[in-house]
């Protein structure tokens, strides 16, 4: 069931959990996904990066397999299609390709200029029924050619944009993209109560899931945050699960092989399975499981 983000983020910031937002690269990731929150009556929302939507056929090709798996599987939990970390063109173009909810990420940008030009989506995107993320101290790592340093967010700046339309926030409180290193010092959750307060009742977004000890998960939650990213997690154990199955010989097109284990049918299996197996350990830590209505 395709809905905007709103009111499931709503409903998980006044229940204390989170949605989780799993960035999809191929139809096996987006299967993978809607099957599991089917199957543990979850909401969830389906995200991906500009980088991922080019190399899937474009933002159009995203919103047409995401709705069509979703209305071929007979998906009925609440499932929003997210563009992750887009730009000002990006965003625009996602709303008119059929996207239910998009972020624009413009704190690389000035404070004001990223104030404005949110402003300006925000009333393009409530104009047709789209959710709308935004972000303002960014979060570190590279993710689409964009590096940056976990940045601790300003709650005033918070404020400030929060009271453009948004429906809800991502803060940097020290968080990152990718794998975290060995010497990250961890969550900021006196920032993240800090911004909390400042912006009242906004549901606000941790970006980097992969790799916060489950800890602090667990107390950002009780701190406000209402959507988690998850993205590495998904393509380590992914990768992982189609070596195994290539090292085991299992693709090899040989007469012993009389399985035909080179079918991607049967060599994509596996790091589905995997994705299926990670999506529900992240759901059941978010506190998202039968919260579906």
């Known amino acids: 069931m395709l809905v905007n983000a709103t009111k499931m983020l709503q409903d998980a910031k006044a229940g204390h959990y989170a949605i989780g937002h799993f960035n999809i690269n191929n139809l096996e990731w987006t299967k993978a996904i809607l099957t599991t929150a089917q199957e543990l009556n979850s909401p969830v929302i389906i995200g991906v990066s500009a980088g991922a939507a080019k190399y899937m056929g474009g933002f159009k090709t995203v919103a047409n397999l995401v709705k069509n798996l979703d209305e071929f599987l007979g998906i009925t939990v609440p499932v929003a299609i997210h563009l992750d970390h887009g730009t000002y063109e990006g965003a625009k173009a996602c709303i008119e390709a059929g996207f239910t909810s998009v972020m624009f990420d413009g704190s690389s940008l000035p404070l004001e200029e990223n104030l404005a030009k949110t402003r300006e989506l925000v009333e393009l995107a409530h104009s047709k029924g789209v959710s709308i993320e935004a972000e303002v101290g960014a979060i570190g790592g590279t993710e689409d050619g964009i590096t940056a340093d976990g940045e601790v967010a300003d709650p005033e700046e918070c404020k400030k944009i929060v009271d453009c339309g948004i429906d809800f ?125």
Request: with cysteine; proline share 5%; aromatic share 6%.
């Open 169 to 293: 926030l991502a803060a940097g409180i020290g968080n990152i993209h990718g794998i975290y290193p060995a010497n990250w010092t961890g969550l900021h959750i006196d920032a993240l109560h800090s911004i909390n307060d400042a912006t009242g009742n906004i549901p606000l977004v941790l970006h980097g899931g992969t790799g916060i000890p489950d800890a602090q998960i667990t107390a950002a939650i009780k701190e406000g945050i209402s959507k988690i990213n998850v993205n590495t997690d998904c393509q380590l154990v992914f990768a992982q699960a189609t070596i195994d199955y290539c090292a085991a010989g299992k693709a090899n097109p040989t007469d012993d092989n009389k399985s035909k284990g080179y079918d991607p049918r049967k060599l994509l299996k596996p790091g589905y399975d995997a994705i299926k197996a990670k999506v529900k350990e992240k759901m059941e830590l978010f506190g998202s499981v039968g919260k579906a209505c």
